[in-house]
Antibody, heavy 117, light 110 residues
Framework: EVQLVESGGGLVQPGGSLRLSCAAS????????MSWVRQAPGKGLEWVAN????????YYVDSVEGRFTISRDNAKNSLYLQLNSLRAEDTAIFYC??????????WGQGTLVTVSS | QSVLTQPRSVSGSPGQSVTISCTGT?????????VSWYQQHPGKAPKLMIY???ERPSGVPDRFFGSKSGNTASLTISGLQAEDEADYYC??????????FGTGTRVTVL
């Protein structure tokens, strides 16, 4: 059974940093692209970033380029998202998802990031 | 990286059909056959319902049907059931290995 479990969310002040993690199991993690998708409270879904299976290629939505960094450790079956220079508008539930050419076929339960002073 | 446009809400009675549109551009919906649809119940993670415009993952009822014409993709739910009441989002590949979601549609079963 495919499982994705996010962790690392919490309350952080504007300008602060946070590192999100996603533990994957039930599939060969190193064979798949992976993505982070976020959802602000009461709002829609927004694709944030993705990473190639070997970690060599990464893409970001314009609004987080230069502030967020996606990475992975295939030996640990884990996906990460480093969030820096956080803003109030980054407040959201962050989901990790298995990415198959834009089809997010499995999702985690999400982790909430709240940016507030 | 523009958001795809969906109607804010659609509604129907049990047994009826509803169709949700998803309008993009030739750089996303119109340019690739990589449109997917997600169902999200309150407080839950999204669930993949349609991928590659028309394909249904295992376990998704055949009441859910995807299609595309030009820059607009559509999701039709036939034989509407109470458990179909949820938010629905389209998503399209947008080139350079990036993706873009729609604005979301609330489906209400009357």
């Amino acid at each position: 059974e495919v499982q994705l479990v996010e962790s690392g969310g919490g309350l952080v002040q504007p300008g602060g940093s946070l590192r999100l993690s996603c533990a994957a199991s039930g599939f060969t993690f190193s064979n798949f692209w992976m993505s982070w998708v976020r959802q602000a409270p009461g709002k829609g879904l927004e694709w944030v970033a993705n990473i190639k299976p070997d970690g060599t290629v990464k893409y970001y939505v314009d609004s987080v380029e230069g502030r967020f960094t996606i990475s992975r450790d295939n030996a640990k079956n884990s996906l990460y998202l480093q969030l820096n220079s956080l803003r109030a508008e980054d407040t959201a539930i962050f989901y990790c998802a298995r990415d198959a050419l834009g089809n997010f076929d499995f999702w985690g339960q999400g982790t909430l990031v709240t940016v507030s002073s | 990286q523009s958001v795809l446009t969906q109607p804010r809400s659609v509604s129907g009675s049990p047994g009826q059909s509803v169709t949700i549109s998803c309008t993009g551009t030739s750089s996303d919906v119109g340019g690739y056959n990589y449109v997917s649809w997600y169902q999200q119940h309150p407080g839950k993670a999204p669930k993949l319902m349609i991928y590659a415009v028309t394909e249904r993952p295992s376990g998704v009822p055949d009441r859910f049907f995807g299609s595309k014409s030009g820059n607009t993709a559509s999701l039709t739910i036939s034989g509407l059931q109470a458990e179909d009441e949820a938010d629905y989002y389209c998503c399209s590949f947008a080139g350079s290995d990036t993706d873009v979601f729609g604005t979301g549609t609330r489906v209400t079963v009357l």
